[in-house]
């Protein structure tokens, strides 16, 4: 259970490293005019997403792993990990705009400042704290 617990931490890292540094490319595929430069943005942005996007798999994976060593009976007792997986599979929405983002952004489609993709980088971190807190603390 403990390589289960290990292995999931640790692709969730990685998956969260991903999900702050992808929007974080947006934001200088908005600033820039030069189309070299939005080239090279748009071919570390697929990159990016197609390297985090089986780790994040992996960490489902995992989590899941983990929940079957505890037992149904378990599992059904804990409302804090629901609410965990509620936010976990709203992040997995919010990766999968992430490529939405990406593709149009590859596309030449900037509907969206660098503002909107500021904020939007920073959405990531809110699930984080929300989930690490769930995780640890159990408050339900």
Same mark, same amino acid.
């Given at each position: 259970?403990?390589?289960?617990?290990? +292995?999931?931490i *640790?692709?969730?890292?990685?998956?969260?490293?991903?999900?702050?540094?992808?929007?974080?490319?947006?934001?200088?595929?908005?600033?820039?005019?030069?189309?070299?430069?939005?080239?090279? $943005?748009?071919?570390?942005?697929?990159? +990016?997403?197609?390297?985090?996007?089986?780790?994040?798999?992996?960490? *489902?994976?995992?989590?899941?792993?983990?929940?079957?060593?505890?037992? +149904?009976?378990?599992?059904?007792?804990?409302?804090?990990?629901?609410?965990?997986?509620?936010?976990?599979?709203?992040?997995?929405?919010?990766?999968?705009?992430?490529?939405?983002?990406?593709?149009? $952004?590859?596309?030449?489609?900037?509907?969206r400042?660098?503002?909107?993709y500021?904020?939007?980088?920073?959405?990531?971190? $809110?699930? +984080?704290? *929300?989930?690490?807190?769930l *995780?640890?603390?159990?408050?339900?």
């Amino acid at each position: 259970m403990l390589w289960l617990k290990a +292995l999931h931490i *640790a692709f969730m890292v990685a998956w969260f490293a991903g999900l702050f540094y992808l929007p974080r490319l947006f934001v200088y595929h908005a600033m820039t005019g030069d189309l070299a430069t939005r080239a090279i $943005l748009s071919r570390m942005e697929h990159k +990016l997403y197609r390297f985090v996007t089986p780790i994040m798999w992996l960490m *489902a994976g995992f989590g899941v792993a983990l929940i079957g060593t505890y037992g +149904l009976d378990w599992f059904r007792q804990q409302g804090w990990l629901h609410a965990k997986l509620v936010l976990v599979g709203l992040l997995m929405g919010y990766h999968f705009y992430c490529g939405h983002l990406a593709r149009e $952004l590859a596309a030449g489609q900037r509907a969206r400042s660098h503002v909107f993709y500021r904020i939007f980088n920073e959405i990531p971190v $809110l699930f +984080l704290f *929300a989930i690490v807190i769930l *995780a640890v603390v159990r408050p339900f």
